[in-house]
């Protein structure tokens, strides 16, 4: 549950398993979901990421499965 600009959940922590840089996507391996998390470039910005980089995120259920949003580089 957000109120304001404070989550009372706490973000979940992983690394990125696979980064496809000429799509812009790629999957986060966290402990937080059974299934990998999928997210986009266009959720995170700046420069590509690399494979093994740790990353902060919320999950947010998406229709084809678990999807990373509000994603910060660690």
Do not use: C, W
């Amino acid at each position: 549950m957000r109120t304001g600009l404070f989550s009372l959940e706490a973000m979940a922590q992983g690394t990125v398993d696979f980064f496809n840089d000429t799509g812009g996507y790629g999957f986060i391996e966290t402990e937080d979901a059974d299934d990998d998390v999928f997210f986009h470039m266009e959720d995170i910005g700046g420069p590509d990421l690399e494979e093994g980089q740790e990353l902060e995120f919320d999950i947010e259920q998406a229709p084809k499965g678990p999807r990373a949003t509000n994603v910060e580089r660690l």
